[in-house]
């Protein structure tokens, strides 16, 4: 499989991305090598990583708790405090080694300790493989706001390795086919097809594979998210403001950012249906085959306030107002929608009839 190459890095996949990494740690010649995982990334993919390395370095492991509940500035510090007590400096490179959480928040520690050293990600889930790893975004949650702080800024590089999923369980990979569904969706009609009806386990490395073009192309015409990037938040206006919700209410079970997006999708597909023209029977199909994979959530009307009233804090408002990405048809988005909130009750609705 060809690397793929996004704004300053590139993706390498399986059986070159341990030697891209041992010629990159070879050439950079770093002081000190930082590792971040989370207990189960420890366990399971640093025993992987490390005998791939062939570079005698002076390797630190840090371990954080995981879970979204701990993406918040609280572990930046523990990290940050242990990089400084062992002193990291500017040319110190920090390895995340795990999901979303370790890439996000470990791109972000890196992007600002000392004003910045440089940072690797190696994504050990399906939802980091295709989507969190590429295109620079790192940040953590404030409260239970998603991403409300953060940087963009790139990795070195990023290694799409899929022996990693061999540990992940059904639920975390299911997690991470919400957004492969979605670039079928914002992209890729054909892509959307494939995938609709579940995929055997040996088609996984060449779906990982394009599904990571299909991010790295957008985010390469627009880095900073001015215009077309925004289509990768299709399903994300809503399904943030559910995750984040949940999130915070302690009586709901915590739902997975991929099946939060799953239930946005379907909210967001509606209202694409009452105001973009997205037929009728596309809007069956997007229903049934989330509904599908994903276990149906119930939305008390307290709930769907609460919700509601979480969206004026989306990074994608401007002057006040919701934007939402829509479709026109599948594979055709459409940027800065705004919405009526009578309509998105309607879209609650929906998605619970
Ligand atoms: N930066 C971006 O562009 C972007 C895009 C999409 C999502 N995200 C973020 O990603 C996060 C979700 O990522 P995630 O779903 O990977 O969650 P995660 O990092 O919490 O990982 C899920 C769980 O799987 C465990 N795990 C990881 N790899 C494993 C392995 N190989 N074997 C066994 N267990 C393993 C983790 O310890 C964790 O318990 C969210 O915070 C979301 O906001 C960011
Ligand atoms: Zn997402």
Known sequence: MKSITSESYSVHFNAIAFAA????????????VFVLVDENTHEHCLPILMPAIEQEYDFEIIEIESGEEHKNIATCT???EILSELNADRKSVLINLGGGVITDLGGFVASTYKRGIEFINIPTTLLAMVDASVGGKTGVDLGALKNQVGVINQPEMVLVVSEFLNTLNERQLQSGFAEMLKHGLIQDRKYWNTLKNGVAPEQI????????????????????EQNVRKILNYGHTLGHAIESYFLES?????????????????????????????????????????????????FAPSDIDGI?????????????NINFVLLKNIGQPVIDVQINENLLHEAFAYYSE
Request: a negative charge; proline letters at 3%; glycine letters at 6%.
């Open 205 to 224: 490395d060449e779906l990982i594979y394009h599904s990571v073009g299909i991010k790295n192309e957008v985010v390469l015409k627009d880095p900073t």
């Open 308 to 320: 509601l009233s979480l969206l004026k804090f989306d990074k994608k408002n401007s002057h006040g």
């Open 78 to 80: 523990q990290v940050w």
């Open 21 to 32: 990494l041992n010629t990159h740690l070879e050439n950079a010649s770093y002081s000190k």
């Open 250 to 298: 302690p009586a709901h079970e915590l739902l997975l950012h991929g099946e939060a997006i799953a239930i946005g999708m379907v909210l967001e597909g509606w209202l694409s249906h009452q105001l973009e023209g997205l037929t009728e029977s596309d809007l069956i199909e997007i229903k049934k085959t989330f509904a599908a994979r994903y276990p149906k959530t119930t």
